[in-house]
């Protein structure tokens, strides 16, 4: 089977993707919707074990960057106690105000799966949304930040008990370039047996 893909594109768009963050992105300029959809198509393409598609995705843009502005910055005060730092609330309420789109990531758990297969699943989801972003122009990241990990954040995100919140992926324009990525040799990370 011949390919009808250039191999080498698709190299030059693995190694020359890197994350651009909210300072880099230029303000106000909003990514049409069909091209958020076309990065989320993209995501649903991923693998996964039996078929689960564990991913699922939360969209905000306009008003709704607000919502979770302030969603983020009043239960990081409910549950932070005396490691509340009023510097990481304001963060919390200002950094979605200054993106395109923000997509909370969730994993919604298989019964019949270890929970480790469900994060790949979803890590490979990411990836395919990092990517496609890249190819589209586009600037984002993936943070495990903000309220995270926090129980209570579930229900705003759709989500039951046994689920997670994964994190969220910024999205914008690229007003500033990353700079030059950089990894060691490959080889320093590969054991080859061939007999």
């Not at 990514?31 to 993209?42: G, K, M, S, Y």
Request: contains cysteine; charged residues 20%.
């Amino acid at each position: 089977m011949t390919s009808s893909f250039d191999p080498q594109q698709l190299n030059e768009l693995i190694r020359t993707r890197r994350s651009v963050f909210v300072p880099q992105f230029e303000p106000s300029k909003v990514i049409p919707d069909a091209i958020i959809w076309q990065l989320l198509e993209n995501a649903n393409w991923a693998p996964s074990h039996k078929r689960t598609e564990p991913w699922r995705f939360v969209v905000f843009s306009g008003a709704g960057l607000q919502r979770l502005a302030r969603l983020q910055a009043d239960l990081y005060q409910q549950t932070a106690g005396f490691k509340f730092n009023p510097a990481k609330h304001e963060k919390l309420l200002a950094s979605p105000l200054q993106c395109s789109h923000v997509i909370a990531l969730g994993l919604h758990r298989s019964d019949d799966l270890p929970e480790i297969e469900d994060v790949e699943a979803v890590a490979c989801a990411v990836q395919n949304l990092a990517l496609s972003a890249h190819a589209y122009g586009l600037g984002g990241f993936w943070s495990s930040g903000g309220v995270t990990y926090t129980e209570e954040a579930k229900a705003f995100f759709g989500l039951g008990s046994s689920d997670k919140l994964l994190g969220f992926f910024h999205l914008g324009y690229v007003r500033t370039p990353g700079s030059a990525g950089k990894r060691g040799p490959v080889q320093d990370k590969v054991r080859w047996v061939a007999e």
